[in-house]
Structures are given as C-alpha cells and as structure tokens.
C-alpha cells in the first residue's frame, strides 16, 4: 500500500473541512499521515490565541489517522529565518517519516516552506496540488508575491492538480492542466430532522435565519446589520469562531446570536433548528474562488437557503436563492421562510440536490486518477471501480433520516 503524506492547510482540530473530508477518504486506499500546516506569512498578534488553543487542543487523540506537528520559527518571509525554518523542517521531517521506505506520495495544499523543502530534498512517487482557495488574495504586499511565485512553482512541479472551484481550476491551467473536484458534503451525517430542542433555540424568538462556519471578513456585515435592523423579528443566529473585528459591531444588535463554534459531530442537530441558511459572502477577488460547503450541508439538512451570488453555486440555482441588494435578501429570506418552502416535497428536493455531491464520490473522482498514475504494484488492493462511493458511505437516498436528539 503506497504512503501518503499529506501536507493539509489546516489543522486537524479546526473546523471540519476538504483537507480532513479527503484525507478520512483517502486513508481507506493508503497509508496517510496528516500534517499540520506551516504558515504561509509571520504571526500576527492576532494570531496568539489560535495558536494557544491548536497547542494545547488534544488533536491527536480525537484523529483516526496519524498526525505531524511541524515546529518553526512563526515568521516567514526573512532570508537567514527561512533558510534557518527550512533546515529544522526537514530534520523532523526525515526524524518522523521514511522517505526510502517505499513508494509515497506527497500532497500538498499550500505553498508552504515545508513544501519546498520536501520537493527539494525528496523523491516521492506522484506530487499531489489540490488547491482549495486562492491564497494570495489573503495577503498583501511581499508576502503576496512570494506565495503567488511559491505557489506557481509547486504546480508546475505537481504530477496531479485538483481545485475545488471553477475558478481556482481555470487559474491553475495557466501553469498545468486542474481536474475540478468541488466540495462535497456528509450526505448521511446531515440527514437529521428535528426532535428535542437545542436550549440556545429556546432562548431565541422568532424565526431563525442561521450561518455557521468561520465569522470572517469575507461576510457581508454591513449587509447583515441592515437585514437585522429592518427585521427585528428575525433571529439571526451565527456559529462558528470569531476572525473579524466587525463581527462585534453586528453582535450589539439585539437580535443577532453568536452560539459560539459547535463540534463537527454535533454540527448537523443543532444546525436543524435553522429556519434558513445564509451564504452572505462579499463578492471579491477571494470569494470569486469559493465552492462553500456549508451550502451543500445547508442543502443534505433540508434548509431553505440564500446565498450570495457566487460562481460555484450557479449549478444549484433550482434549490438557492440567490440575492444581491437588501431588498432582494429580505424578500428571498421571507420566500424562504414560507410554509411551501419548507414543504417535506421541498425538503426532499433539496436532500436530493445535496445527495449528487457526496464526499465519498468526490474523494473516487481523486483516488481513481491516482491510481490511473501509480505503476501497478504500488496501487492499493481495494482500488475502487469506475462508480465506487468507496467503503461504508451510501448517497443520501438510501440513507435512514436519522433524528436529532
């Protein structure tokens, strides 16, 4: 069974993701090991109390799979530190993994010093670049420009290339050409109804109209003030971790909840007790590039949603409502809320909707180009065929609706 060593954007114990979604599914054909991501610019002092929670969170014993914790100096950018953070990378690379033990595979997902310096020193069976975001546009500056020449380097040098947008993957065919593989979503996991009701939904008047997810700038927030104010009869409940400062000024509104980040596992119970599901992204240079999964899990629970209109859910226009202006969002949030929208005929449409872009088929997509690269003796022995979901996951119509409780 080939190895893969797969160098994730984000750590095992943030928010559920592509990066974990495909490494679970990848580890049921090879031998995976998650690494925990090197920054791609120096710490902030904004950055001090994630990185207190990532270092005192017990990531390992809660993962199925093995995981790195790569150590560096947090400052990137400056010759004599990066070449000082190159070498010390590779020590605990070489100390940690065996890379003359076989045939491996190096994934990567952001260009990352240890990146470079794994396709510098190493020898790996295939490269592997999937791409889920456009991370320069985070940037500014220097710090930009190097992440975009780091970034073109790593696809030119990748075998395989895979982008979860259109857009991300028309980009990358500037350099190699990108086979799109969206997100997906847990189509049995968010099968839930709703049963015994959460206490935060006690507490709340009216209907709610929910997002969930990480509270960045990338969220609209004048926008979402001008919604709350003119309907205060609206709850507008928000869950998820705090990165934007702006947040706070939305939060003084009498009608705006922060429920706090809920666990991955709890996330589709608590998240039945929306009415609605909001995606009020800004549309930007960055969101132009998102294919948001919480779209698709807003869609596998059977919610109503209103969205932004972004490229990537252009192709679910007969089951989101897609709005610009806050006259266009208020009347698409009261469409939603209506009693024909959230008919059980409604509700299925959408599971159905959700159920054609399950994890497991999107994770095939991947497993089987690599197998089409792989020589014959290195490929996994439960390869799967042409149609496979993989192993102990069934698309939503066949799955039992379970119930919240």
């Keep these: 069974m080939s190895r893969v060593l797969y160098l994730a954007p984000v750590e095992w114990a943030s928010l559920r993701q592509r990066p974990q979604q495909l490494a679970l599914r990848l580890a049921r054909h090879f031998d995976v090991r998650y690494v925990e991501p090197v920054g791609l610019r120096s710490m902030r002092p904004a950055d001090l109390g994630r990185i207190w929670r990532h270092a005192t969170a017990d990531g390992r014993a809660s993962a199925p799979l093995p995981l790195v914790r790569p150590r560096y100096v947090p400052f990137i950018g400056h010759r004599l530190l990066d070449w000082a953070n190159r070498r010390w ?6 100390n940690q993994f065996d890379f003359d033990g076989g045939p491996w595979i190096l994934w ?4 990352s010093l240890l990146a470079e310096t794994l ?11 999937d791409c889920m975001d456009r991370y320069a546009e985070f940037h500014r500056g220097r710090a930009r420009q190097r992440i975009e020449r780091a970034e073109a380097a790593i696809v030119g040098r990748a075998d395989l290339v895979f982008a ?3 857009g991300l993957a028309e980009r990358l065919d500037r350099w190699h050409e990108a086979t799109l593989v969206p997100n997906g979503v847990e189509t049995c996991e968010f099968a839930v109804t709703r049963r015994t009701m959460p206490d935060w939904r006690k507490r709340i008047r009216g209907p709610v109209v929910g997002f969930y997810g990480t509270i960045g700038d990338w969220l609209d927030f004048d926008l979402l003030a001008e919604l709350a104010r003119r309907r205060p009869d609206w709850s507008f409940v928000f869950a998820g971790p705090q990165a934007s400062r702006d947040f706070g000024r939305l939060q003084r509104l009498a009608n705006v ?3 706090g980040v809920i666990p991955y596992d709890a996330l589709p119970e608590q998240a039945a007790w929306f009415d609605v599901g909001l995606v009020p992204f800004r549309l930007n240079a960055l969101t132009r590039y998102v294919h948001p999964i919480k779209a698709l899990e807003y869609l596998a629970l059977g919610l109503p949603i209103v969205s932004s209109a972004l490229p990537d859910l252009a192709e679910l226009a007969n089951v989101v409502r897609f709005a610009a202006t806050a ?3 208020l009347a698409a949030i009261a469409e939603a809320l209506t009693a024909e929208a959230r008919s059980t005929q409604a509700v299925t449409v959408r599971r159905q909707a959700a159920a054609a872009h399950d994890w497991d088929s999107r994770a095939a997509i991947i497993v ?4 089409e690269r792989l020589p014959a003796d290195q490929r996994s022995a439960d390869e799967p065929t042409g149609n496979s979901l993989g192993k102990g996951r069934l698309p939503i119509a066949n ?3 379970q119930i919240a409780n």
């Design 164 to 166: 979860s947008s259109r």
């Design 257 to 259: 909840h922060h429920l």
């Design 368 to 371: 089987g180009r690599l197998m």
């Design 327 to 329: 006259d266009e969002w």
């Design 119 to 129: 396709l510098e020193h190493t020898a790996p069976s295939l490269v592997v670049y």
């Design 399 to 401: 799955c039992e609706l």
């Design 108 to 111: 990567l997902s952001t260009p």
């Design 89 to 94: 990378l590779w020590r605990q690379m070489a």
